[in-house]
């Protein structure tokens, strides 16, 4: 089954830099700076769609004030493509965060903080795509920056140190995975503290490795902490709510702990669907997995239904955007 890695940490910390960066020199805030500011509070509620035409807005003010390939573009390109990104349109976000990268490396320099931080964007993009040598590369490029940049404890790294290891738990390299994502974790704990809503994808992540190494109880322990925080910091109806549930309940169908794996993934798919709408691949992702749950009972029509429902969202998500 397919646990799902929450991508709201890259994005909120992409989308807090950019009110500094993408703003105008003096002090008063202009009507972009508002837009952007608007957006990322919608962003961080999970209202993606919402956040989206003032992304659009805030980057079409910036590029008529400044020229499209001035630095002040740079991260409102950043923005918009991160929304696209968790609106699962990867093919919209692709060419936003590529523009942003060239951006940043021209105006920046190759080794600087904030390219470090594009290339993790980009990589973790590739990781959703499973261009798994590509993300390799690309989070490779930004954790090596940022660890020089800031040192090896420095929480801004855990986000590139956190996608490669996903990388990796992604080709089933749990061996590789394991001690990165536990290393991630060990720094975000000391640097803010145990019950931080940043921590949780971490935690989600390290469970699934967790799950596939057996260790069911330490995974079972982390994804109950993991939910716990992101319901306190987002409340019931959030993505990454959507994401805790359907993690446990990947791990409670790996224990053949089937009622308590339905009700979970029934959850996830309701959370998603008022969220994030009903076409999102996310959805369709944890929609597989209840088909498979389904499937293991016997119980075929139901996952017949429940399977056809998740293809027919791939095939509005994989094509033309």
């Known amino acids: 089954m397919k646990a799902l890695k ?66 002040n573009v740079a991260m409102p390109l950043n923005d918009l493509g991160t929304i696209h990104y968790n609106l699962g349109q990867y093919a919209v976000a692709e060419p936003l965060y590529k523009r942003s990268l060239a951006i940043m490396e021209k105006s920046l320099g190759p080794d600087h903080a904030e390219v470090a931080m594009m290339l993790n964007n980009m990589g973790d993009l590739y990781r959703a795509e499973k261009r798994y040598p590509e993300a390799e590369r690309l989070l490779k490029r930004s ?8 040192g090896p404890d420095d929480p801004s ?24 994502f536990a290393r991630g974790l060990a720094i975000f704990d000391k640097a803010l503290g145990p019950n931080d809503p940043e921590a949780t994808v971490l935690m989600s992540n390290l469970a699934v490795v967790y799950t596939e190494l057996h260790r069911y109880a330490d995974a079972e322990r ?43 993934f029934k959850r996830s798919v309701a959370t998603f669907e008022k969220t994030l709408g009903p076409n999102h691949p996310d959805l369709a992702d944890v929609l597989e997995n209840l088909a498979d749950l389904y499937k293991n009972q016997r119980r075929y029509a139901d996952a017949e239904q429940v399977f056809k429902r998740s293809m027919a969202i791939r095939g509005k998500t994989t094509g033309p955007i």
Request: one cysteine or more.
């Open 143 to 150: 954790l090596a920056i940022g660890e020089k940049a800031l």
């Open 157 to 180: 790294i855990v986000l590139a140190l956190s996608n490669l290891a996903a990388v990796y738990s992604g080709q089933g390299k749990y061996d590789q995975a394991a001690p990165m």
């Open 6 to 71: 929450a991508s709201i940490c890259v994005a909120v910390t992409a989308l807090a830099l950019s009110l500094s960066l993408g703003a105008p020199s003096y002090a008063a805030e202009d009507e972009a700076g508002t837009l952007s500011r608007q957006m990322k509070e919608l962003y961080q509620a999970g209202k993606y769609m919402e956040a989206l035409p003032l992304a659009q807005k805030s980057l079409a003010l910036r590029e008529k004030e400044f020229g499209p390939d001035d630095a």
């Open 222 to 264: 982390l994804l109950k902490r993991a939910m716990i925080v992101t319901e306190k910091a987002f409340g019931p109806e959030h993505p990454d709510v959507a994401q805790a549930l359907n993690n446990l309940a990947a791990l409670y169908a790996r224990q053949g702990r089937n009622a308590d794996a339905e009700r979970l």
